[in-house]
């Protein structure tokens, strides 16, 4: 969708139209799964979920889910999603039966090293368009929309 806008609509406008504008545009990324090596077709909610369980070890579902903000349940089925695709691994706690570790397999490393090559030629592609004052600018803007959601 190409909106046009002229120069003499109000600035607040503008800004509007360009939240408007990006929300959409986030909404349709969020939905669309992107190819991470051997991992395949990964949705971002699925890629950021390996991403936040890391390579360093397990962890707990309920850290999980606090570290995604999101509820247990919706770890679980996410989980469950991973688990079939040998992107990540269950295994019971070795003291305390009622909790679940999730752990990353070699193919779900895999795929966390290839969202971190996307995200870093996502960065040199901002940095070829814009200057380091304009980034620093951005980064500074979005915190600040992000903080402002949060509240």
Same mark, same amino acid.
């Given at each position: 969708?190409?909106i046009?806008?002229?120069?003499s609509e109000p600035k607040?406008?503008?800004g509007? #139209?360009g939240i408007?504008?990006l929300? #959409?545009q ?6 669309? !799964?992107l190819?991470?090596?051997a991992? $395949?077709l990964?949705? !971002?909610?699925?890629?950021h979920?390996l991403?936040?369980v890391? !390579?360093? $070890? ?5 850290e999980?889910?606090?570290?995604l ?9 996410l ?5 079939p ?9 070795p ?7 999730i752990?990353?397999?070699?193919? $779900? ?5 290839a969202?971190?090559?996307?995200h ?21 803007g ?10």
């Amino acid at each position: 969708m190409n909106i046009q806008r002229t120069n003499s609509e109000p600035k607040n406008n503008r800004g509007k #139209m360009g939240i408007g504008r990006l929300i #959409m545009q986030l909404r349709r990324l969020e939905r669309q !799964p992107l190819s991470f090596g051997a991992a $395949g077709l990964l949705t !971002p909610s699925e890629i950021h979920t390996l991403e936040a369980v890391g !390579p360093e $070890g397990s962890v707990l579902m309920s850290e999980l889910a606090s570290r995604l903000g999101v509820t247990k349940g919706a770890v679980t089925q996410l989980v469950a999603r991973l688990e079939p695709k040998g992107l990540v691994h269950r295994s019971q706690h070795p003291t305390d039966s009622r909790s679940t570790l999730i752990s990353l397999s070699d193919k $779900g490393c895999e795929a966390v090293a290839a969202h971190e090559a996307l995200h870093h030629d996502f960065y040199e592609q901002l940095r070829a368009q814009f200057s380091e004052e304009e980034i620093e600018i951005f980064e500074r803007g979005i915190e600040k929309f992000a903080d402002f959601l949060d509240q």
